[in-house]
């Protein structure tokens, strides 16, 4: 019966493909194909009910090209096999009738093989005959790469290959001047390092190579020089470079052809355009393969024979790791969050909801997924390498707190007193997470622009206040610190600045994100008018939330602050790397007379004004080299001690009685109320029509979508949106998150998956990673894995090893656990918690 289950799926799965096939078994004699191809069988009159038992070999299916010669063997195994275990009588078949490619299938668990070029590779679809056709081109040849002679120079050898022979770079002097005006990028010697461990790792079999590099280190052109080693070896005929925000993209393309458009077509997929098959590096998110499921619809595992995750912690976690493992091949994953930031974080115990339980988490899987389970990625550079030495920079703390601020991330918190509806006293406590959001200041925000505009850098050429990019608690927030700031430089810089000192550059601000392209280009609302002969933003500061964080190139940046508390480790590293990048101002200068009296050109350093205690809170090993007095309050809000009570006012009106009809109980199926349907319908409704959270999904900014959601939509008296009533409307046998939700009515994901679903999916990844030999316990195990992630009860009798309380469970017997095999008894567990999410199962 297992069999014949797995030979009508594969059969469904190539026909879905668009194969022409052969099934040979129930064959007797030669087949005739063309008329000059034949393939070889075995007499198959014994075959039997159990095609699994036969003595003498058969193709089990033989899938042809478009001229109908035999181009892939696929061997198929029973549901309760290993579809490995036919490995090599498939390798057999294969040569005999000339075949490159083999699939190894059960109908469930598929490996596609190359036998060119290594180890059977897991594929959650079968690839369409166009692909692997395509594919058959690239003829890898691993010692080609190995080979490769690789050079500070290997970017400029296709930016202009005679440069060595042109006068300006033979002549000393004028060398720099030649290198800026063609932009040539040379790589550094850790750049040369990380391409030579990626050679070294090829050497050793691997396919998968994690770069671990602080932000500011040039990861693109380290990319590029991957992407040319692949191509340029032959081990490569497509590249797909995968980002995880719609602004990175055109960043990604723009860097590509300008250091490698002389050999290579760089072009972003888009819907309906085939521009990317002319292409051989393709960058796009990972947002516009998801929508709809696009990837499974409009592309094959074997179109892209490298794929490389940019920013890896974040485009590949959730749904889009599904993404990056459907395609074969070489696979390189970029980060600049060093998994060493969790080293004091004890995961046994912490809650579901800590915020560096998802993160480590969600680094782990990243590790995991490129290869790295000892921790160790393929290269690493950090920070302090970077500092240590001469190309990054190390930043000057400002720890400033206000008496407010201080209390906020007291333990009690801000108390702040009322009385209740019954006239007594009570006592409220406010926390740093509800800052300017239940708990609002207007003196704390004039106090750190204040503080901020004091103790800022200034620029080294005009004086004025250094560029800056100052990060809020939301857009609200945003707006009224720009409002500050930009009244404050009215006081400080009499006549220089109209209104356009500070500027918000936040989601809903039209051409956002043209003006942090500006204001890395120098020109945002103009130039300045301190010096008529240097090239800088008139506008000073940029007030964001979340935009100019991941991925954003800014070098001359002197300031960041930090008016919002942060809990996200890679956010917090993110957005301290926008500063960490050297700078010579002078490039910037147009009058040769002044360069001479300039006396510190060089950015040696940059403030990072913190008044949330972040870096305490994370950790971190840098030396406060300053710690700022705060100025005193003017007056303006409340002194220390002097809060006064706060009387609570609810509005109810009641002019009469009222009494008890009649009760009626009806249970509620999992269909859901009908006004429960329409809610959410309405919910859609109310989420498409808004264009900032249309335009934020489309740039994968979730960080701020869902505090939008969250700020702007949820609780207000229109209809009282809430994620509870949401669950309950979507009718889903577990905990949706809003991001979930939110996908579903953009079209990113087709439909809310179940709970058993969601288990199926987590279980694969399990089985792709540890690959199970017994292929006739897998039931068992899978069984084991169901009941490990969704029974709180369960969990606790394998923590506690109380395996007797077994024997009278509902849910998992002491028969379904003696059922599994040892290793896997203690591996399945380990495994959950660190890479399943057990949230998302709950009801």
């Known amino acids: 019966m297992k069999e014949a289950t797995a030979r009508i799926k594969i059969n469904k799965l190539l026909e879905a493909s668009g194969w022409r096939f052969f099934a040979l078994d129930?064959?007797?004699?030669?087949?005739?194909?063309?008329?000059?191809?034949?393939?070889?069988?075995?007499?198959?009159?014994?075959?039997?009910?159990?095609?699994?038992?036969?003595?003498?070999?058969?193709?089990?299916?033989?899938?042809?090209?478009?001229?109908?010669?035999?181009?892939?063997?696929?061997?198929?195994?029973?549901?309760?096999?290993?579809?490995?275990?036919?490995?090599?009588?498939?390798?057999?078949?294969?040569?005999?009738?000339?075949?490159?490619?083999?699939?190894?299938?059960?109908?469930?668990?598929h490996y596609f093989w190359d036998l060119e070029r290594g180890n059977p590779y897991v594929i959650t679809s079968y690839p369409t005959p166009g692909s692997v056709m395509g594919y058959e081109k690239v003829k890898p040849n691993p010692q080609r790469l190995i080979e490769e002679q690789v050079g500070e120079d290997y970017i400029v050898l296709t930016q202009r290959p005679n440069y060595q022979s042109e006068a300006a770079w033979r002549n000393p002097a004028e060398r720099p001047g030649y290198m800026?005006?063609?932009?040539?990028?040379?790589?550094?010697?850790?750049?040369?390092?990380?391409?030579?461990?990626?050679?070294g790792a090829v050497k050793e079999g691997k396919d998968r190579f994690l770069f671990e590099m602080a932000t500011g280190t040039g990861k693109t052109l380290t990319a590029a020089a991957v992407i040319k080693l692949f191509l340029r070896s032959g081990n490569a005929q497509r590249v797909l470079f995968l980002v995880d925000r719609l602004e990175l993209e055109d960043q990604a393309k723009k860097a590509f052809t300008a250091l490698l458009s002389a050999d290579f077509h760089t072009a972003i997929y888009k819907e309906n355009r085939d521009e990317w098959r002319r292409a051989e590096i393709v960058v796009t998110t990972v947002q516009s393969l998801l929508s709809n499921n696009k990837y499974l619809k409009l592309f094959s595992p074997t179109d892209f024979d490298l794929v490389i995750s940019d920013e890896a912690h974040r485009s590949i976690g959730g749904n889009a790791r599904a993404v990056f493992d459907y395609f074969i091949g070489y696979k390189?994953?970029?980060?600049?969050?060093?998994?060493?930031?969790?080293?004091?974080?004890?995961g046994t115990s912490s809650v579901i909801r800590d915020p560096r339980e998802a993160e480590r988490r969600l680094l782990m899987d990243t590790y995991r997924t490129f290869g790295c389970e000892n921790g160790q990625p393929t290269f690493r550079y950090s920070l302090l390498d970077g500092v240590k030495e001469g190309f990054l920079i190390n930043p000057t703390v400002v720890d400033a707190r206000t008496e407010i601020t201080t209390e906020l991330l007291s333990e009690e918190g801000f108390i702040v007193p009322f009385k209740d509806d019954s006239g007594e006293d009570q006592e409220e406590g406010y926390k740093q997470r509800e800052f300017e959001k239940?708990?609002?200041?207007?003196?704390?925000?004039?106090?750190?622009?204040?503080?901020?505009?004091?103790?800022?850098?200034?620029?080294?050429?005009?004086?004025?206040?250094?560029?800056?990019?100052?990060?809020?608690?939301?857009?609200?927030?945003?707006?009224?610190?720009?409002?500050?700031?930009?009244?404050?430089?009215?006081?400080?810089?009499?006549?220089?600045?109209?209104?356009?000192?500070?500027?918000?550059?936040?989601?809903?601000?039209?051409?956002?994100?043209?003006?942090?392209?500006?204001?890395?280009?120098?020109?945002?609302?103009?130039?300045?008018?301190?010096?008529?002969?240097?090239?800088?933003?008139?506008?000073?500061?940029?007030?964001?939330?979340?935009?100019?964080?991941?991925g954003y190139d800014c070098t001359d940046i002197l300031?960041?602050?930090?008016?919002?508390?942060?809990?996200?480790?890679?956010?917090?590293?993110?957005?301290?790397?926008?500063?960490?990048?050297?700078?010579?101002?002078?490039?910037?200068?147009?009058?040769?007379?002044?360069?001479?009296?300039?006396?510190?050109?060089?950015?040696?350093?940059?403030?990072?004004?913190?008044?949330?205690a972040t870096c305490e809170y994370f950790e971190e090993k840098f030396n406060y080299d300053e710690v700022v007095k705060l100025p005193r309050s003017s007056g303006t809000g409340r002194e220390r001690g002097d809060k006064g009570p706060v009387e609570k006012v609810g509005i109810y009106e009641h002019m009469g009685t009222d009494i008890l009809s009649m009760v009626k109980e009806e249970t509620v199926?999992?269909?859901?109320?009908?006004?429960?349907?329409?809610?959410?319908?309405?919910?859609?409704?109310?989420?498409?029509?808004?264009?900032?959270?249309?335009?934020?999904?489309?740039?994968?900014?979730?960080?701020?979508?869902?505090?939008?959601?969250?700020?702007?939509?949820?609780?207000?008296p229109e209809e009282y949106y809430t994620l509870d009533k949401l669950r309950k409307a979507a009718a889903v046998d577990r905990r949706l998150t809003l991001r979930e939700i939110l996908e579903k009515i953009f079209g990113l994901i087709p439909s809310f998956k179940s709970k058993d679903e969601l288990l199926e999916e987590e279980f694969a990844k399990f089985v792709a990673d540890y690959k199970p030999e017994e292929a006739e316990a897998i039931p068992a195990i899978k069984n084991y894995f169901k009941a490990y992630?969704?029974?709180?009860?369960?969990?606790?009798?394998?923590?506690?090893?109380?395996?007797?309380?077994?024997?009278?469970?509902?849910?998992?017997?002491?028969?379904?656990?003696?059922?599994?095999?040892?290793?896997?008894?203690?591996?399945?567990p380990e495994y959950i918690k660190d890479y399943v999410s057990l949230n998302q199962f709950a009801v």
Not at 800 to 806: I, Y
Request: charged content about 25%.
């Open 559 to 612: 300031n960041l602050g930090l008016f919002r508390p942060i809990f996200s480790p890679t956010d917090f590293i993110q957005i301290k790397g926008r500063g960490t990048r050297i700078h010579n101002f002078l490039e910037q200068l147009f009058d040769d007379s002044l360069k001479d009296v300039i006396n510190q050109p060089e950015k040696t350093a940059f403030k990072l004004f913190d008044f949330f």
């Open 332 to 346: 390189l994953g970029l980060t600049a969050t060093p998994r060493d930031y969790l080293r004091r974080f004890d």
């Open 789 to 828: 992630v969704t029974s709180d009860q369960i969990r606790q009798i394998i923590e506690s090893k109380d395996f007797t309380d077994l024997a009278t469970n509902p849910v998992f017997s002491t028969r379904d656990f003696k059922a599994v095999p040892d290793k896997y008894r203690m591996i399945i």
């Open 26 to 109: 129930g064959l007797s004699a030669n087949i005739q194909l063309e008329s000059n191809v034949t393939i070889k069988t075995q007499d198959l009159d014994a075959l039997g009910e159990n095609f699994e038992e036969v003595e003498k070999g058969f193709i089990d299916f033989l899938l042809l090209n478009e001229k109908g010669f035999p181009f892939i063997v696929l061997e198929a195994k029973a549901e309760n096999k290993s579809p490995l275990v036919g490995k090599e009588q498939a390798r057999k078949y294969a040569r005999s009738q000339n075949c490159r490619f083999v699939i190894l299938s059960n109908g469930n668990l």
């Open 180 to 199: 800026q005006a063609n932009k040539l990028r040379f790589l550094r010697p850790y750049q040369l390092k990380a391409i030579h461990n990626i050679q």
């Open 438 to 550: 239940r708990f609002f200041s207007e003196a704390t925000n004039q106090l750190f622009c204040k503080t901020f505009l004091e103790n800022a850098l200034r620029d080294p050429i005009s004086g004025e206040i250094g560029k800056s990019i100052i990060y809020a608690v939301s857009q609200h927030h945003a707006l009224k610190l720009a409002q500050i700031l930009n009244q404050m430089a009215d006081r400080m810089f009499p006549g220089k600045y109209q209104s356009d000192f500070a500027v918000q550059v936040t989601s809903e601000i039209p051409d956002a994100q043209q003006f942090t392209i500006n204001f890395a280009n120098n020109n945002l609302l103009g130039s300045t008018n301190f010096l008529p002969t240097y090239k800088t933003s008139k506008a000073r500061i940029c007030v964001t939330v979340g935009m100019m964080t991941t």
């Open 669 to 716: 199926g999992v269909e859901g109320m009908k006004i429960d349907r329409m809610f959410f319908e309405r919910f859609e409704d109310t989420i498409r029509e808004n264009k900032v959270i249309a335009t934020a999904v489309e740039a994968g900014q979730w960080d701020r979508v869902i505090d939008y959601v969250n700020r702007e939509v949820f609780d207000k």
